[in-house]
């Protein structure tokens, strides 16, 4: 066979169709690609550039349930030294620098603990509490049977837990048990937010009827005994001179949707009298709608020192809380309307800043009070997990793994860590040490100079 006719076989073979057998002898030919709908390109229009930074040392941490109520904990930073809990329910504490392991304490325990004055105090998953000394020595046990805790709290020379409907105080110094008492689970959703003072404690509970809103309960500190409560009322904005300020909800109360209004009342600390009422009113005459809305940026309020913050929809405004004046004037005023609808007000106040997070992507934003500026921090590539502030620098971690940290005034970004993992809980920091919590493990970064 010459060259030439080789040449026009090898052009017929690649010309022809070739014919695949497919299952059950059918054959099947040119078949072409399916076709989009739609197809639109693009490109992420954010990118962090930051120095790279790795751990100094890692360790193992127990992961607390998502689910958990109140105040579950499994690491915290104080001294120098995290106290940790490890995935075999053990308690260590780590030379934050080092990374060394200084003692190691208990079975069981439950990722519920505090610090306060030198001293841990925990539970364990039989429901005991329990007290160890900064150097891991046992001060002292108290089998409560609260195995489901949800909060423990040091106030004074008092360590209160609570369980539910369950509140229970025990002596510091000693684990002797003060007193446990329980309310109506029917009745009440026991939250975890204590107040004591003046030797009175205040509780505050979700009171379900045919309403469920907030109710705020007062006991005798030292006894035990309720003293008083007042259902529709949140948590104390404060107590001065035996007299205790709270909102009052106006849900289903007094829902006009044009004219608005805070109301603060006010009760006597021992038996909850009620001493007087506060309102604090605006018009919302842009509302044509007729919806009434609550909380959040549309009719919340907080109290920061002297100065008492109302969010009124389109207004941030601020008011001298201790020089009350029926109707009043606000000191001074602030436009929101630059606000996502998205944006949740954090009720805090820092570096000048009124700060807000918007539930749709976790960022933080805030209007900087000197001049009502709006700033929204930076987003990075991916929605934001986890995000902690300490001094003039945000940390946050990011749905990717990747975390970042940015300078809170000027919004640039200082250093990025790969960490490999999606979860993050609240970023720790002692000393020049920053402790990730992620995915199962510490990660322990040491900050640059300038950021300690």
Do not use: C
């Amino acid at each position: 066979m010459n060259n030439s006719l080789r040449g026009k076989i090898r052009l017929a073979l690649a010309s022809a169709v070739v014919i695949v057998p497919l299952a059950g002898g059918m054959a099947l030919s040119g078949v072409s690609a399916e076709k989009a709908v739609l197809s639109t390109g693009g490109y992420s229009y954010i990118k962090v550039e930051a120095p790279p930074l790795k751990p100094a040392w890692t360790s193992p941490v127990a992961v607390v349930d998502k689910g958990m109520r109140g105040l579950g904990v499994a690491a915290i930073a104080e001294n120098g030294k995290i106290f940790t809990l490890l995935p075999s329910r053990k308690m260590v504490a780590i030379n934050a620098t080092t990374g060394s392991k200084l003692w190691e304490f208990g079975s069981d325990l439950a990722p519920l603990f505090t610090y306060s004055n030198g001293n841990i105090y925990g539970m364990t998953t039989t429901g005991s509490l329990y007290a160890i000394s900064e150097a891991g020595k046992k001060n002292w046990s108290n089998p409560l049977s609260f195995s489901k805790a949800d909060s423990v709290q040091k106030i004074g020379n008092t360590v209160y837990i609570t369980q539910a409907e369950q509140l229970a105080a025990v002596d510091a110094a000693t684990g002797k048990l003060k007193w446990k008492i329980a309310e109506n689970s029917t009745t009440y959703i026991g939250l975890t937010s204590l107040m004591e003072i003046d030797g009175v404690l205040i509780r505050n509970y979700l009171s379900q009827g045919t309403l469920t809103l907030g109710e705020i309960v007062a006991y005798d500190a030292r006894t035990g005994k309720k003293l008083w409560g007042h259902y529709r009322q949140d948590f104390p904005l404060a107590v001065k001179d035996g007299l205790l300020y709270s909102n009052t909800p106006m849900e289903m109360l007094d829902e006009d949707p044009v004219n608005r209004k805070i109301k603060v009342s006010v009760f006597n600390l021992k038996n909850g009298e009620l001493k007087g009422e506060r309102l604090y009113r605006w018009t919302d005459s842009d509302n044509t709608a007729g919806v009434f809305s609550s909380g959040g940026t549309f009719g919340s309020a907080f109290l920061d020192g002297d100065n008492f913050y109302v969010f009124q929809g389109k207004q941030l405004v601020k008011y001298d809380f201790w020089n009350y004046s029926a109707d009043g004037e606000p000191v001074q005023k602030w436009d929101q309307t630059g606000m996502n609808q998205s944006d949740f007000p954090l009720n805090l106040v820092y570096q000048d800043r009124m700060f807000y997070k918007d539930y749709s992507t976790g960022n933080f934003s805030a209007i900087k009070l000197s001049n009502g500026q709006i700033i929204r921090y930076n987003s990075g590539e991916n929605p934001v997990v986890q995000a902690d502030i300490y001094g003039n620098v945000e940390y946050v971690g990011q749905s990717d793994g990747l975390f970042h940290a940015y300078d809170l005034l000027t919004l640039k970004p200082l250093f990025t860590v790969n960490t490999g993992s999606r979860d993050f809980a609240p970023t720790l920091k002692t000393g020049g040490m920053l402790i990730i919590q992620t995915g199962g493990k510490l990660l322990a970064i040491k900050l640059p100079s300038s950021l300690k």
